[in-house]
């Protein structure tokens, strides 16, 4: 089966510090690449997707990395609000693959 | 519009009962997913369908879960017996076409099984 790998969790971070996830997937085909965000008890939603030139949102930065297939995504300054599992996805073969998730834990 | 609604939000019943689970995805969306979640195994899909058309379902984990889409506005995903393991939470999600687009997801089922 395809697979997609994160980061183990959780990372327990102090408010304003910057974290980084990293996560690697298995098929060099795959053709788009997304992080979500899942909050306690709630439905995932979609945080950004990644380009293959990088993009930033604001405190937030994907990066995309085909040779190594892996993909980062950078929080700078981090808040409180950031707490929650960080999902990265792979659509691979018109299918979006799941990473298991990254929980973040943001301390005052 | 109003999302992906999936219902119940919670469902509680006894080993062996027949489960049902709803899903009514965005209008207008072409592809509707279902997934499980739970602590140990994370987010699983289970099937997947493109024009109601069911196009993988090699996620299901066995027979005793079976899923339609009679129409574009409607899905069921059902368990039957339900056993304990089933327990987690069920999660339906639609999109446009499935490459470089945002998944919608329902807001889930919490379905315990006793």
């Known amino acids: 089966r395809k697979e997609v790998e994160q980061d183990p969790g959780p990372f327990n971070v102090p408010e304003g510090a910057t974290v980084a996830f990293n996560c690697t997937y298995s098929n060099s085909a795959s053709q788009s690449f997304f992080w979500y965000r899942q909050d306690c008890r709630k439905e995932p939603k979609l945080l950004m997707s990644?380009?293959?030139?990088?993009n930033e949102d604001g405190r937030f930065t994907a990066q995309l990395n085909r040779a190594s297939q892996y993909i980062s995504l950078l929080i700078r300054d981090s808040k409180l609000s950031d707490s929650a599992t960080y999902l990265c996805v792979v659509n691979e073969d018109y299918q979006l693959i799941w990473g298991a998730g990254t929980k973040l834990i943001i301390k005052p | 519009d109003a999302g992906v609604i999936q219902s119940p939000r919670h469902e509680v019943t006894e080993m062996g009962q027949e489960v049902t689970l709803r899903c009514k995805p965005i209008?207008?969306?072409?592809?509707l997913f279902w997934y499980r979640q739970t602590m140990m195994r994370g987010l699983e899909l289970l099937i997947y369908f493109n024009n109601n058309v069911p196009i993988d379902d090699s996620g299901m984990p066995e027979d005793r879960f079976s899923a339609k889409m009679p129409n574009a506005s409607f899905s069921t995903l059902k368990i039957q017996p339900s056993e304990p393991r089933d327990s987690a939470v069920y999660f339906c999600?639609?999109?446009?076409?499935?490459?470089?687009?945002?998944?919608?997801f329902g807001q889930g089922t919490r379905l315990t099984v006793v």
């Open positions: 209008s207008g969306h072409d592809y």
């Open positions: 990644v380009y293959s030139s990088g």
């Open positions: 999600a639609s999109t446009i076409g499935t490459s470089g687009t945002e998944a919608f």
